[in-house]
């Protein structure tokens, strides 16, 4: 680990052989700062402060005393070294009783002396980095399991028989201040928006519900009610809000502002959104218990909610499985022509379109996820008959990432998502009347992984690659090259949306071999670098 040094001394000679004959870098330690005075390596330490100060005690503006007792103030284990004359050493003894480490007599100092004494500094600032991350991991394992053990204290509660009211009564209250005499809670779940995404950006379940969990408790530790938290899985959590009824009380009114400063706490820190669905207010155990199970069995509900919403719970009437497809001939017809017809911009409008009705009536969400799942491949299957595009996504990997949305919302951009790229391909070879130039587009989808030369391409349709590249150009209004690299950059964009490859395994599976080349291309196609993208 590297730490940071600063020296201050108003002996310029002094800074200047300290700086050059100790070996910073070579000790674990970088330079950050020379200062002749205190105040200026004071005004420095307000920006970064440093781990060792080496400093002299008589200066002027600010002596060596004054800044080690200002710089403590601010970061307790800062170490300290004293460069002291012999007419200063009952200074340098008051030094020491600030927990100075160690002090060298100016006319007798040896830069070998000084490297012993920091290699020392440095071995104390290790174990105490140690240290630190130990007491932090226990403390981190501690809380972990008091949460796990939260959590499941409250399935069991849910998922097992009550076979003691009384009993559970009791220990909610005492342990968790649920159910207090004269107190009633209400019950609320939350659903964490773009689970999939969000997992491969926390790369784990276990990390993205730590960081969940940290911001939540945080803000509900200064909400107007009492509240219990805790996950419920991995992309549920439950709130219940504690409160004394009475004639006046409006807890709905009372927790809105709770819940929406927890979604603008994670949206700000973490960059995740959390819908809310509210229950209704609770006094017994055995109240509480089938709201609870009402709330999980919430998830149709859910799945017609906005990005965001916070609503009170209803039932939702299911739709019989068939009549979603009364109109599915149109709803193909309509997104088939707005992919290869004249009006490719209209993607998005048909979709939104389509899934408002789907909102409307309320189907099954594994109803809906069948549906538009049919809708892509059927427009994917009749593409390729008419040789608009190449196979493209399995209808397993489809299928895979269409169970993992939670949401009509999330559908309906997983859709438009796949349509538009599927519209890019085949706008491309509509606009390409001959033969050549559409073996060339299907040429270059098959071999994105590698390069992509115009002189193989050409040999590979049996043309001269001057007058392959003029036909190209003529026949697309863009070069070859320029067309390769908007291929790549599209998967690029897929391969960051969802996958959790890092930068440098895209650029490989590119088949790019200069990393900062190929982040480079991309923000110039984007505007973004490929980790802004992902971000």
């Known amino acids: 680990m590297m730490y940071n040094v600063i020296l201050v001394d108003d002996d310029y000679p002094v800074l200047e052989l300290l700086s050059e004959a100790i070996g910073w870098e070579e000790l674990g330690l970088q330079l950050t700062g020379m200062h002749e005075n205190g105040q200026a390596a004071w005004e420095q330490a ?55 480490q160690d002090y060298l007599l100016k006319d007798a100092l040896d830069p070998a002396e000084l490297e012993m004494l920091l290699r020392r500094v440095k071995e104390s600032l290790d174990a105490e980095a140690q240290m630190n991350w130990q007491q932090s991991r226990l403390k981190h394992m501690v809380d972990e399991t008091k949460e796990l053990r939260k959590e499941q204290w409250l399935k069991n509660f849910i998922e097992q028989p009550l076979l003691s009211p009384q009993d559970w009564l009791k220990e909610a209250q005492n342990n968790y201040g649920l159910l207090a005499e004269e107190m009633a809670c209400l019950p609320v779940i939350g659903f964490l928006e773009g689970y999939s995404q969000a997992k491969r950006r926390f790369l784990s379940d276990q990390t993205l519900r730590f960081a969940v969990n940290n911001v939540m408790d945080e803000v509900l530790q ?33 927790i809105g502002g709770s819940l929406k400063a927890a979604q603008d706490a994670l949206q700000w820190t973490l960059k995740l959104r959390i819908s809310f669905i509210l229950g209704e207010p609770c006094s017994t155990p055995e109240t509480l218990r089938p709201m609870l199970g009402e709330l999980v069995g919430s998830r149709a509900q859910r799945f017609y909610l906005e990005e965001g919403d916070i609503a009170k719970r209803r039932p939702v009437t299911k739709q019989a499985y ?46 809906v ?19 608009f595009m190449h196979p493209g996504y399995s209808a397993d990997t489809l299928h895979k990432e269409i169970a993992e949305i939670d949401s009509l919302s999330e559908m309906k951009h997983w859709l438009i998502e796949h349509l538009e790229a599927v519209s890019l391909l085949v706008g491309t070879a509509r606009t390409s009347m001959r033969a050549e130039v559409v073996e060339a587009c299907k040429y270059v989808s098959l071999h994105l ?20 590249s003029r036909m190209f150009k003529k026949e697309t209004g863009e070069s ?29 599976l590119l088949g790019y071999d200069n990393q900062s080349y190929f982040i480079k291309i991309f923000k110039s196609h984007t505007g973004v670098t490929p980790v802004e993208y992902r971000g």
């Open 46 to 100: 307000q920006e970064a402060l440093p781990d060792i100060v080496i400093t002299d005690i008589g200066m002027p503006k600010m002596n060596g005393l004054e800044l080690i007792e200002r710089l403590k103030e601010r970061k307790a284990n800062i170490r300290f070294v004293i460069l002291s004359c012999h007419s200063e050493f009952q200074f340098a003894q008051q030094a020491m009783r600030l927990n100075v």
């Open 322 to 367: 068939e009549e979603v497809f009364t109109d599915y001939d149109l709803a193909s017809t309509e997104l088939r022509e707005s992919v290869i017809g004249k009006r490719p911009e209209a993607v998005k409008t048909v979709v939104e379109r389509w899934t408002s009705q789907l909102k409307a009536r309320e189907y099954a969400p594994e109803t």
């Open 369 to 387: 996820k069948d549906w538009m799942l049919k809708l892509l491949l059927d427009l994917k299957l009749k593409l390729q008959s008419l040789q």
């Open 480 to 508: 070859f090259i320029e067309y390769v690299t908007r291929m790549k950059m599209e998967r690029a964009k897929e391969l960051l949306d969802r996958t959790s490859h890092s930068v440098g395994k895209i650029c490989e």
């Open 222 to 254: 200064a909400a107007e009610l009492p509240c219990f938290h805790t996950s419920y899985g991995n992309r549920e959590s439950f709130l219940l809000f504690s409160f004394r009824p009475g004639i006046k009380t409006n807890v709905y009114d009372q």
């Open 449 to 468: 992984d590698r390069r992509i030369s115009l002189e193989e391409v050409s040999e590979h349709l049996h043309l001269n690659a001057s007058y392959f």
